[in-house]
C-alpha cells in the first residue's frame, strides 16, 4: 500500500505541472478580444510560466535544504492551486499575467524536487521518472484538450481556466501525511554538501535546453508548419494532437526499457534521430502526420531520459535535486527561445526551410553532447568527479 501511496504523489504532483499552461492556448483569441490583449502581451500568458519555470528551479535548492523535500513541494503545489484558482476572478490583464508568473514559480519549484523525491523514496528504481513525464504529458493533453469544452458549459473562459486548479487538491492531500515523518538529517545538512561541484552537470544542462527549445518550437509552430504544407487548419490542430498524444505511451516506456537494458546512450540517440526524421520529412514537404509520428516518439522519449540523468547519476536525494535544479534553470531558460528563434527565422525568411534547418542542428548538437554524456555505468569515478 505505501508503494502504490508513494506512486500517486507522484502521478498527481506530475499531474499539475503543466495545466496551467497548456488550457491557454485553445482559448488564447477569446481570451486576447475579451482582454484587447495584443498578439506580444498574449505570448506573455505561457511565455512567462515557462521563464519562472527556469528562473525559479535552483531556489528547489534552497527550499529542500530549509523544508525538507515533502514541505517544499507542498508549497510549490499550494502555490499553483492558489494561482490557478484565482483565474477565475481575472478581469485584468496584470492579474492574468500575475497569476501566470506564479504557477510558474510553482512549477519551477515542483520539477526538481519531484527527482528528490524519487532519489529519496525509490533509489533503485530511478525508471520512474517515466511517470513523472507521462503524468506530465497527460496532464497537458487533458488540459488543453478540455478547456474549449469547459469553457462552452461554463460560459466563461475565466471559470475554464480556473477549473484545472482542481488537480492541486490531491496532490496536497497526499502529501499532508509525510510532513510528519521529515528526517532529522535534513536540518542538520550544509548547503555546501550538496553544492554542485561536478562538471557534468553543464553537459546536461545544455542537453536538456536543446531539448526544451526543440519541443517548444514543435509544439508553437508544428500547426503553422502543418498549414504551411497544405492542411487545414482543423486538421492542422489534430497533427498537433498527434505530436501530443504519441508521448503518452512513449514517455512511460523508453525510461523503462533505458533502465532495464541499462543503455541510456542508445536510447538517447534513437530518440534523437527519430526527431531529426521528424524534421527533415517537414523540410522536404512529406506528410506531416507521418513527422508528428517521429517527433512525438523523439520529443516523449527525451523528456523522461533527460529528468533520469541527474537522479541515475547523483549519489543522494540532495544532490539529485540540485543537479536537476541547475539543469531546468539553465535549459528551460534556452528552450524559452526556441519558439521566438522559429518566429524571428519565419519573419526574416518567410518560409519554414531555414526555420526546420536550425532545429536540425539544434537536434544534432543535443545528439553529440547525449553521446559525451554517455551512461553511467561507463564513467569512471574520476570522469564523475571532474
Given at each position: 500500500?505505501r ?25 488564447l483569441?477569446i ?10 502581451t ?12 527556469g ?20 508549497a ?9 484558482f484565482?483565474?477565475?476572478f ?11 508568473i ?18 529519496k ?26 478547456s ?5 458549459q ?53 542537453f ?16 503553422s ?72 516518439i523523439g ?36 528552450g ?15 518560409t ?28 569512471s ?6
Amino acid at each position: 500500500m505505501r508503494l502504490v501511496y508513494l506512486i500517486l504523489i507522484i502521478f498527481f504532483i506530475s499531474l499539475n505541472l503543466r495545466p496551467s499552461i497548456t488550457s491557454v492556448g485553445p482559448l488564447l483569441d477569446i481570451i486576447q478580444a475579451h482582454l484587447g490583449l495584443s498578439g506580444v502581451t498574449a505570448s506573455l500568458i505561457t511565455a512567462l510560466p515557462i521563464f519562472c519555470m527556469g528562473l525559479f528551479s535552483l531556489s528547489s535548492i534552497w527550499l529542500q535544504h530549509r523544508l525538507g523535500v515533502e514541505r517544499s513541494l507542498l508549497a510549490a503545489m499550494l502555490l499553483i492551486l492558489i494561482a490557478t484558482f484565482l483565474r477565475m476572478f481575472v478581469h485584468h490583464t496584470s492579474f492574468l499575467l500575475a497569476t501566470a508568473i506564479f504557477s510558474g514559480i510553482g512549477i519551477g519549484i515542483a520539477g526538481p524536487l519531484v527527482a528528490g523525491f524519487i532519489k529519496k523514496y525509490f533509489p533503485e528504481k530511478p525508471g520512474l521518472t517515466g511517470l513523472y513525464s507521462v503524468s506530465m504529458v497527460i496532464g497537458a493533453a487533458v488540459a488543453s484538450s478540455f478547456s474549449v469544452p469547459l469553457f462552452r458549459q461554463m460560459d466563461s473562459w475565466q471559470h475554464a481556466l480556473s477549473f484545472w486548479s482542481i488537480l492541486a487538491v490531491p496532490a496536497v492531500l497526499l502529501l499532508l501525511p509525510l510532513l510528519q515523518k521529515r528526517e532529522a538529517s535534513t536540518k542538520n545538512l550544509r548547503f555546501s554538501s550538496f553544492s554542485i561541484r561536478n562538471k557534468r552537470v553543464y553537459l546536461f544542462t545544455l542537453f536538456f535546453g536543446c531539448m526544451a527549445g526543440i519541443f517548444y518550437a514543435v509544439t508553437a509552430w508544428l500547426a503553422s508548419i502543418a498549414q504551411a504544407a497544405g492542411v487545414d487548419h482543423a486538421q492542422a490542430g489534430m497533427v498537433l494532437t498527434l505530436f501530443t498524444l504519441i508521448q503518452i505511451p512513449v514517455s512511460f516506456f523508453i525510461p523503462l526499457l533505458a533502465g532495464k537494458s541499462g543503455n541510456r546512450t542508445t536510447w538517447l540517440l534513437l530518440c534523437g534521430l527519430s526527431e531529426l526524421i521528424g524534421i527533415v520529412l517537414l523540410m522536404i514537404h512529406s506528410s506531416p502526420w507521418v513527422a508528428a509520428i517521429f517527433l512525438g516518439i523523439g520529443a516523449g522519449g527525451l523528456f523522461p531520459l533527460a529528468l533520469l540523468i541527474p537522479i541515475e547519476e547523483a549519489a543522494h536525494t540532495e544532490e539529485a535535486t540540485s543537479w536537476s535544479a541547475l539543469m531546468q534553470f539553465g535549459g528551460y531558460l534556452l528552450g524559452s527561445l526556441g519558439p521566438a528563434l522559429i518566429g524571428l527565422s519565419f519573419d526574416l525568411f518567410q518560409t519554414f526551410v531555414p526555420t526546420l534547418f536550425i532545429l536540425a542542428m539544434i537536434i544534432c548538437t543535443m545528439i553529440l553532447v547525449g553521446l559525451k554524456i554517455g551512461d553511467k555505468d561507463k564513467l569512471s569515478l574520476s570522469d564523475k568527479n571532474l
